[in-house]
């Protein structure tokens, strides 16, 4: 079974700071890693990861992936209140239609 | 381009009534999902759709129907609803293809069953 443990469970920091979040994962066959934005209504789409070792990059956040040692991060960099959200990793099964997903990362960025 | 539209966007029901939930999507996505998101909890789930006129059962199909008779379109029906069917309920879509995996999200539709 797929399995998907991201860490930290929530965070809370201030405008400015820069984040990590974790992502570890075990898969039965690797087809893709997703990097989803929750805040109150549905989830939005960040990243799409398949290869080991390519950033993905979109303003202040990126991502990467190494799939020997199976995690992925997300780095937001200068975060605003905006950025706070719940954060998900999320895997698609060997179709694509399945998703496991993590139990998210809560951040809080505070003023 | 409105991209994923969930109709409608509360409801409240009394145990035992029946309702259908409408999904659309107007980007040519052959694939459709309906999930769950209870308080605390992540997605689950429920039904999706591989193309017009085909659906599959996922990870927490029971008390729900689903149908897909227009592409662009997703329906799900509660026959009978429970108090135990109370959730946020998402609808997704997402395009054929292996490297195509996001699965793009409608706004939801808070459903109470008293």
């Known amino acids: 079974e797929d399995k998907v443990v991201q860490s930290p469970l929530s965070l809370v920091v201030h405008e400015g700071d820069t984040v990590t979040l974790n992502c570890s994962y075990e898969v039965t066959n690797f087809r893709s890693l997703l990097w989803y934005k929750q805040e109150k209504k549905a989830p939005t789409f960040l990243f799409m990861l398949t290869s080991s070792g390519i950033e993905k990059k979109s303003g202040r956040l990126s991502s990467i992936l190494d799939k020997k040692e199976l995690f992925s991060i997300l780095n937001i960099t200068a975060t605003q209140t905006g950025d706070s959200a719940i954060y998900l990793c999320?895997?698609?099964?060997?179709?694509?239609?399945?998703?496991?997903f993590g139990g998210g990362t809560r951040l809080m960025v505070k003023p | 381009n409105a991209g994923v539209t969930q109709t409608p966007k509360f409801r409240v029901l009394k145990t035992g009534q029946s309702m259908t939930l409408l999904c659309a999507q107007d980007?040519?996505?052959?694939?459709m999902y309906w999930y769950r998101q209870d308080p605390g909890m992540g997605l689950r789930l429920i039904h999706y759709?591989?193309?017009?006129?085909?659906?599959a059962k996922g990870e927490v199909p029971d008390g729900y129907n689903v149908s897909r008779l227009k592409k662009q379109n997703f329906l799900l029906g509660l026959e009978s609803a429970a108090p135990s069917q109370t959730s946020v309920y998402f609808c997704?879509?997402?395009?054929?293809?292996?490297?195509?995996?996001?699965?793009?999200f409608g706004p939801g539709t808070r459903l109470t069953v008293l």
């Open positions: 980007m040519n996505h052959e694939y």
């Open positions: 759709s591989v193309g017009e006129g085909t659906t």
């Open positions: 997704a879509s997402r395009a054929s293809g292996t490297s195509t995996d996001t699965q793009y």
């Open positions: 999320v895997l698609p099964d060997n179709a694509g239609n399945m998703l496991t």
